[in-house]
Nanobody
Framework: QVQLVESGGGLVQAGGSLRLSCAAS??????MGWFRQAPGKDREFVAG????????QSADSVKGRFTISRDNAKNTVYLQMDSLKPEDTAVYFC?????????????????????WGQGTQVTVSS
């Protein structure tokens, strides 16, 4: 019943842009975020957002290039990715937390999220 479905990934040239979306269903998610995992690497935090959208946190590696946002009416989170680099190549996963507590804070570790999407591949060519 509970689902997170990512879309928007693909192949793009370095310097280009993509916008990922994550459509959630089944319940309210107070915190949502994005992680990515490159081949042979651990899952890495990319960006997270609180329920209100006032608290946003992003990884240093993407700061200034990626922007996370959410539309609570649609229960959807977005990741606008600009100025993409080859090192951004990874599978990007949407993550969500259904916990109603501490809704003003951003979660930055995989352990803090209890729902995950299937992932969408982002490949950035040189």
């Amino acid at each position: 019943q509970v689902q997170l479905v990512e879309s928007g990934g693909g192949l793009v040239q370095a310097g280009g842009s993509l916008r990922l979306s994550c459509a959630a269903s089944g319940r309210t998610f107070y915190r949502m975020g994005w992680f990515r995992q490159a081949p042979g690497k651990d899952r890495e935090f990319v960006a997270g957002i609180s329920w209100s959208g006032r608290s946003i946190q992003s990884a240093d590696s993407v700061k200034g290039r990626f922007t996370i946002s959410r539309d609570n009416a649609k229960n959807t989170v977005y990741l606008q990715m600009d100025s993409l680099k080859p090192e951004d190549t990874a599978v990007y996963f949407c993550a969500a937390s259904s916990s109603p507590a501490s809704t003003s804070v951003v979660f930055t570790t995989p352990l803090q999220y209890n729902y995950w999407g299937q992932g969408t591949q982002v490949t950035v060519s040189s």
